[in-house]
């Protein structure tokens, strides 16, 4: 019995000694006789690690292109309703400067632009902080107003009206979407994109 137990002291001592070391050492067997453990230690977490920074830099990506996209789909239907208040705000002096084709194109789409707007400034809620879609959502939020009031309200002859209130909103949009996607997207990019080719030639 008292064999038993010094045996199983032995192994414990020897285990203590490999987790302090570094080295793997058995009972009954001299330190520089076992395998170096500490190399391997090195090198499994230095595949942790980068196995780790490569799926957070592939969720950056995804992110930075999440981003990229929703706000450019945003952009392109805030410029077609700045487009169609142009084409109406001119046409009263017949110098809209479109076809007909692109005019009948402007009328028709730019009701569905405004419903699907709604829908990328909620999205963008998922991708932005609260603080960088501050300017985007006051600008929408009054566009908004703007555009209910010209579609509502508006008659033959004081449409003009509302049209060139509702035209400096989609503007402030239009640049508000603009800032953001230079600031959060593109810059990013090129700031990222700079780092690297640091790194490298280091």
């Known amino acids: 019995m008292l064999i ?6 032995a192994c414990l001592a020897g285990w203590r000694d490999s987790l302090k070391w570094g080295i793997c ?5 001299e330190p520089d006789q076992g395998g170096i453990m500490l190399p391997v230690l090195l090198a499994i977490l230095g595949a942790a690690a980068g196995a780790y920074f490569a799926i957070f830099k592939t969720k950056q990506e995804k992110l930075w292109l999440e981003r990229y996209e929703k706000t450019s789909h945003a952009l392109i ?5 700045s ?7 001119n046409g ?7 076809t007909p084709p692109e005019k009948k194109s402007l009328d028709t789409n730019w009701p569905m632009a405004r419903y699907e707007l709604e ?6 809620q998922l991708l932005f902080t609260e603080s960088d879609l501050k300017e985007v959502r006051s600008a929408w939020g009054e566009l908004q107003i703007d555009l209910f009031y010209l579609i509502e309200e508006s008659s033959g002859h004081d449409r003009p009206e509302y049209i060139a209130k509702a035209l400096p ?10 800032e953001i996607a230079r600031r959060r997207c ?4 090129f700031s990222h994109l700079l780092k690297t080719l640091k790194s490298s030639a280091q």
Do not use: C
């Not at 009263?92 to 479109?98: C, M, Q, R």
């Open 4 to 9: 038993g137990y010094l045996q199983v002291r």
């Open 25 to 29: 050492v058995r009972p009954g067997m």
């Open 77 to 81: 239907r805030a410029n077609l309703i």
């Open 83 to 89: 487009r169609f208040l142009h084409s109406e705000l």
């Open 92 to 98: 009263e002096y017949e110098t809209h400067g479109l």
């Open 119 to 124: 829908q990328d400034i909620v999205l963008l």
């Open 169 to 178: 909103k989609s503007e402030w949009l239009e640049g508000a979407l603009i």
């Open 186 to 189: 593109v810059e990013n990019v």
